[in-house]
């Protein structure tokens, strides 16, 4: 085998190495999974338990909107805000959030009073 072709193969081996391990990595960014509706309730969970502390860094939010007269809204520290869904949308939707550290509220807009939780970044 000529000298050229051992390079173009050495060089085919590692790029096929490199993207392997590129496309067998799991996804590092945690998952929040948030419902609203059917009823007047409002959670946010991961890996099946209520959120009360996160560090801080990126988040994948998968918000499930049960109901068309609730929303799904996330307000936090230096005037952080976001809506997920509103009224009347049902339905999934999913959202990549970058948490800093502070004091965060979920809440259903039009039903805030009743409809909310808190929890830290640190």
Known sequence: MSRALLVVA???AAALAIVGAALSRPDSTPTLTGTVGPGFT???KKSGALVKTLKAGSYKFVIS???????FSL???HGFAKD????PFVGNKTSVVTLK???YKYYCPAHEPTMFAHFTVK
């Open 101 to 103: 550290a502070g004091s």
């Open 10 to 12: 050495a060089v085919t």
């Open 84 to 87: 997920f869904t509103k009224v």
């Open 42 to 44: 409002i959670t946010l």
């Open 65 to 71: 909107d049960k109901s068309s007269f609730h929303g």
């Open 75 to 77: 307000d936090g520290p």
